[in-house]
């Protein structure tokens, strides 16, 4: 079994700051791709940003220049900083991840159970 676990995740005024953390823990072969996804009360699941294990990552237009996604990879463990907070950032974020259990098993993707932000005006 694989588990994912964000923490990190609160109230905050707007223009502040969080840093969000997931761990994943359980029967990892690799991991690829991690990422980060938020949910707004009434609205779709949205891309925030992915990292890949050398290190390069992406961002959604509504987060750069305001978001930091990095990982550790020997703590299986990737963090999202997050500045300049927004109201519009208020929302439930989860982590994601491509992983291997086995090097006979091809990747699956897995969820966390999400950490609450919210950015008050």
């Known amino acids: 079994q694989v588990q994912l676990v964000e923490s990190g995740g609160g109230l905050v005024q707007a223009g502040g700051s969080l840093r969000l953390s997931c761990a994943a823990s359980?029967?990892?072969?690799?991991?690829?791709?991690m990422a980060w996804y938020r949910q707004a009360p009434g609205k779709q699941r949205e891309f925030i940003a992915s990292?890949?294990?050398?290190?390069?990552?992406g961002y959604a237009d509504s987060v750069k220049g305001r978001f930091t996604i990095s990982r550790d990879n020997g703590k299986n463990t990737v963090y999202l900083q997050m500045s300049s907070l927004e109201p519009a950032d208020t929302g439930v974020y989860y982590c994601?991840?491509?992983?291997?259990?086995?090097?006979?098993?091809?990747?699956?993707?897995?969820w966390g159970q999400g950490t609450q932000v919210a950015v008050s005006s």
């Open positions: 994601n991840a491509g992983i291997r259990t086995s090097n006979t098993h091809d990747e699956s993707d897995y």
């Open positions: 359980g029967s990892i072969f690799s991991i690829n791709a």
């Open positions: 990292i890949i294990s050398s290190g390069s990552a």
